[in-house]
C-alpha cells in the first residue's frame, strides 16, 4: 500500500502567490515524522521542513509552514511568497517510529513539479 | 561543514557491465543510506547502514546490487552486471542517530547512470 501520496503531479503559479502541496501519508504508528524536501534541477535533495507527528503547533521555516491535519493524515507544505527560485520538484516523505527512532528510513511520495510564473 | 559527497556525477555503461558508486558522508554521522530515484520517481531506498552493519536491505537487488561500508565512514554501492532498468539517480545520504529530534537525513549530489 502506498503510504505517500502526492496528488499534484504539476502545479503552476505566479511569482510572489502563496502555494499549498498536497501530500496524505498513511500508516498505523503513533511516532513519525513527516518531512518535505526540495530539488532543483541540479539534482540534489535540499531539506526544508520537518513534522513530529507528537508536535503541537504546526512546524514553520522561514516562508515555509507546514499545515499538519493529524485527524485528516494530511501534512500539507505551504510556501507564503512564492519566488523564481522555488521551480523545482517537491517531495514529501514519512519516517516511521519504531525501535531504533535514528535508523528509519524515508518513504518517498511522487513529487510534485512547482513551476513559478514571472 | 563540509556535505556528503559522491562520485562520480555521471556515468554510462553498456548494460552486462559493472560499476561502482562511492559516497562520503558528513563527519560523525553514523548512519548513510542509498537510494534509487528513477527518472519522474520519488526516491526508493536500497540500503541503510549503522557505522558498519546493515540495518535495511530489504529492497536492494542482492542478485546484481552490492553495498559496503567498511570502516563505518565512506561506502561504496555496486552493480554487476548492469541492466537497462538500472538507469537512475543514485543517491547517498547521511545522517546523526541522535542528538536532533528530526533525524534529517542530508543527501549528497547523487550520480546519474546511464544503460545503454
Known amino acids: 500500500a502506498q503510504k505517500i501520496t502526492q496528488t499534484q503531479p504539476g502545479m503552476f503559479v505566479q511569482e510572489k502567490e502563496a502555494v499549498t502541496l498536497d501530500c496524505t501519508y498513511d500508516?498505523?504508528?503513533?511516532?513519525?515524522?513527516l518531512f518535505w524536501y526540495k530539488q532543483p534541477s541540479s539534482g540534489e535533495m535540499i531539506f526544508l521542513i520537518y513534522q513530529g507527528s507528537y508536535d503541537e503547533q504546526n512546524a514553520t521555516e522561514g516562508r515555509y509552514s507546514l499545515n499538519f491535519q493529524k485527524a485528516r493524515k494530511s501534512a500539507n507544505l505551504v510556501i507564503s511568497a512564492s519566488q523564481l527560485g522555488d521551480s523545482a520538484m517537491y517531495f514529501c516523505a514519512m519516517r516511521e517510529g519504531g525501535r531504533w527512532r535514528g535508523a528509519q528510513k524515508l518513504v518517498f511520495g511522487q513529487g510534485t513539479r512547482l513551476t513559478i510564473n514571472p | 561543514e563540509a556535505g556528503v559527497a559522491q562520485s562520480p556525477r555521471y556515468k554510462i555503461i553498456e548494460k552486462r557491465q559493472s560499476v561502482a558508486f562511492w559516497c562520503n558522508p558528513i563527519?560523525?554521522?553514523?548512519?548513510l543510506y542509498w537510494y534509487q530515484q528513477i527518472l519522474g520517481q520519488g526516491p526508493k531506498l536500497l540500503i541503510q547502514?549503522?557505522?558498519?552493519?546493515?540495518?535495511?536491505d530489504s529492497q536492494l537487488p542482492k542478485d546484481r546490487f552490492s553495498a559496503e561500508r567498511l570502516k563505518g565512514v565512506d561506502s561504496t554501492l555496486k552493480i554487476q552486471p548492469a541492466k537497462l532498468e538500472d538507469s537512475a539517480v543514485y543517491l547517498c545520504?547521511?545522517?546523526?542517530?541522535?542528538?536532533?529530534?528530526?533525524?534529517?537525513?542530508?543527501f549528497g549530489p547523487g550520480t546519474r547512470l546511464t544503460v545503454t
Open positions: 547502514f549503522q557505522n558498519n552493519g546493515v540495518v535495511d
Open positions: 563527519s560523525g554521522h553514523a548512519t
Open positions: 500508516t498505523s504508528d503513533q511516532s513519525y515524522g
Open positions: 545520504a547521511s545522517s546523526l542517530t541522535q542528538g536532533t529530534s528530526s533525524y534529517e537525513q542530508y
